[in-house]
């Protein structure tokens, strides 16, 4: 039956269990009745024996065997009595009474630890028992008059055996007790189930009939009768359910005429729904934004700092001017944590692969930590290493710069070492610690945001717990692997395997800023925040540029229209005033001169869109805020790499 309707439901769910119970209380009552029939056999059985060996001891001592053949004729008076057998100790026949089966004689018993035999029941024919018991001689009856008897074996403590007696038991009678009782059970257990099957037929009618009545109001309903009820008369808890039923009819007549107004609210949900889709849009947006606000006066800062430089000759001044740069690295670094992160989750960060020199990130971070390090009193060990990898260089800085930073945090003395090795097309950069390390435990843990080792740790590092977590996302954006390993109290390494560039050979040689060997290299700037524009200019004429520089596209061309010259490279800011952008402003410089010009754009908008927007230009794209080394370095690079200059 497929689809059993829910009358047959409730009956087979009220009937099974009593099927079961029935079943299993009539089995428990049949093996026990059964059980009790043939325990009362095996004991009736063993109390003939048991009486009649005694009775025998005599006539088995003396040999007085018509005695013992008086025993066996008495005891086959009694009822289900088939056979006895009285045999002495070697199994000769001394009386029987009845057709004894051949197996009855000659079957020994296993004895005790004591030696005596005891009371046994073998199986005889196919509807008999035979019960068998040993006669011992009584510890009384001395036959030794002339002193003949070994008092050692007389005192040894064990009973002689004089025979055995041996009584058949038909189980006729008892086989037909079993066979009244397994009826009697049956009949029980039939008239139980009929009587349960009868009580269940009565329950689903119950059950079914207002339930039936139900479901052929809600029927009515589905074809619009909402006025339809039913009648509220079954009683208890289908009496509930009636009500509630009727209720709810009631509620959904009157909901009918205000479906319009739900209507209408379900428009204005799905409104909302478009709005918020639209708010999430704008946070993205706003995180962009707000990027690029708090990028700039950290951008103002580094190109001063980096302008101020070269104009000091006093070891004093520059150790000052040292140290400024350091604390705005330090702020960039608490900046960068805060919105790196959010970048992150966000999905707004767009990765840019190139081939880089390896001790271009190694010599930065080298000049980034070693003061700090060595001022802990921390040995830095950083190992040059000449090897190009395929990597966006940003992002793999800012994943090691916070694997040293970690480093730095929990390394109290001893040294930190910073270099690379080659694994087949593979390099793993390694930074090792001497520091508190990691127990096992918490491996699985640390990459958690706001997750620090120890219970006091935030207070003593006063860290956010950060660095590992923008680390492993970092490193999952870029496709590279992170791998950790660490002891407590021996130290951690932490490495990053990522794969070698065979485009190495075809760049600079190092990762250093070379000297630039042209004369007289114009670098045309737009940048429309004047602080900014004048310390990148005075940056720029520290190092030997010549720097055409101004607010927009339209003034630069002006200046240059006047002295006469094209620019060899051109370096705009994005966002720049009257609805323009950078990349329109190096367009159209392109589009005067020649559109072999390399460009630079900078900005602190890390959406898909800018990126995409520079690889259609052939632009190189740098996000802020940028040091002074990173800068001059990717002029360089782009001047070397041009392959002609504009004309």
């Not at 099974?16 to 119970?21: E, N, Q, R, S, Y």
């Not at 009565?202 to 009939?209: A, G, K, L, N, Y």
């Not at 951008?299 to 006093?314: K, M, P, R, T």
Request: aromatic share 4%; glycine share 8%.
């Amino acid at each position: 039956m497929k689809n059993p309707s829910i009358k047959q439901k409730i009956l087979f769910l009220a009937m099974f269990p009593a099927f079961i119970i029935a079943t299993l209380l009539s089995a428990l009552v049949l093996i026990g009745g059964v059980s009790e029939i043939d325990g009362a056999l095996n004991a009736r059985g063993l109390i003939m024996v048991r009486q009649l060996a005694p009775a025998s001891e005599y006539g088995a001592f003396s040999g007085n065997h018509p005695i013992l053949q008086a025993l066996a004729q008495a005891a086959m008076k009694e009822n289900d009595v088939k056979s006895v057998v009285i045999a002495d100790a070697r199994n000769k026949i001394l009386a029987v009474s009845g057709r004894p089966p051949r197996l009855a004689v000659g079957q020994t018993a296993a004895t005790g630890a004591d030696g005596v035999e005891a009371e046994r029941i073998l199986a005889g024919e196919k509807d008999s028992l035979i019960f068998s018991a040993p006669i011992y001689q009584n510890e009384g009856i001395e036959l030794d008059d002339y002193g003949l008897m070994d008092r050692q074996v007389k005192n040894d403590g064990k009973k002689k055996m004089l025979g055995r007696v041996f009584v058949e038991l038909s189980t006729a009678s008892t086989q037909h007790r079993k066979n009244h009782f397994i009826l009697a059970s049956m009949a029980i257990g039939l008239f139980g189930l009929a009587g349960a099957l009868l009580l269940a037929r009565r329950m689903s009618h119950d059950v079914t009939r207002p339930l039936s009545r139900l479901l052929d109001a809600v029927t009515k309903m589905t074809y619009g009768h909402l006025d339809t009820r039913v009648a509220a008369d079954s009683g208890g808890e289908l009496a509930a359910l009636e009500n509630g039923f009727n209720h709810m009819a009631a509620k959904l007549q009157a909901a009918h005429s205000d479906m319009q107004a739900r209507v209408d609210e379900a428009t204005a949900m799905l409104a909302q729904k478009e709005q918020a889709e639209r708010a999430n849009s704008a946070k993205t947006r706003f995180l962009a934004a707000a990027s690029h606000d708090l990028r700039q006066p950290v951008q103002a800062l580094n190109w001063f700092v980096g302008a101020l430089h070269q104009l000091l000759s006093d070891a004093q001044a520059l150790h000052i001017c040292q140290l400024m740069r350091e604390s705005i690295k330090s702020l960039n670094e608490l900046l960068e944590t805060l919105l790196d992160i959010s970048k992150l989750d966000a999905g707004v960060i767009a990765v840019e692969k190139e081939a880089v020199p390896v001790n271009l990130i190694l010599t930065r971070l080298d000049n980034e930590f070693r003061a700090l390090l060595e001022a802990k009193g921390i040995e830095f060990s950083v190992h040059p290493c000449a090897a190009w990898v395929e990597t966006d260089p940003n992002l793999l800085a800012m994943a090691l710069r916070n694997l040293l930073a970690n480093a730095a945090k929990y390394t109290d003395r001893g040294k930190i070492v910073f270099g690379c090795r080659r694994r087949g097309k593979l390099l793993a950069l390694q930074i090792w610690d001497s520091g508190v390390g990691i127990p096992a435990a918490e491996l699985k843990n640390i990459f958690q945001e706001f997750y620090q080792v120890g219970e006091q740790a935030r207070e003593k590092r006063q860290g956010l717990g950060l660095g590992l977590a923008i680390v492993e996302r970092v490193v999952k954006l870029l496709g590279h692997t992170l791998n950790v390993h660490s002891r407590v109290g021996r130290g951690s390494l932490f490495e990053v395997l990522l794969p070698l560039s065979a485009a190495g050979a075809a760049c600079p040689p190092n990762a250093e800023i070379v000297a630039i060997t042209e004369n007289h290299v114009l670098v045309a700037v737009i940048e429309d925040e004047p602080d900014i524009l004048e310390g990148i200019k005075y940056l720029l004429s520290g190092f030997g540029y010549q720097v055409a520089g101004a607010t927009s596209a339209a003034a630069l061309l002006d200046d240059l229209g006047q002295s006469r010259e094209t620019p060899d490279i051109i370096i705009a800011d994005y966002r720049l005033g009257e609805n323009t952008t950078g990349h329109d402003a190096i367009c159209l410089i392109r589009d005067t001169f020649s559109s072999a010009i390399p460009a630079i754009m900078i900005t602190g908008d890390t959406t898909p869109e800018r990126l995409r927007e520079a690889d259609s230009s052939h632009i190189k794209l740098l996000h802020k805020p940028i040091d002074a080394d990173k800068l001059l370095f990717t002029i360089e690079k782009a001047l070397v790499s041009r392959t002609h200059k504009p004309s």
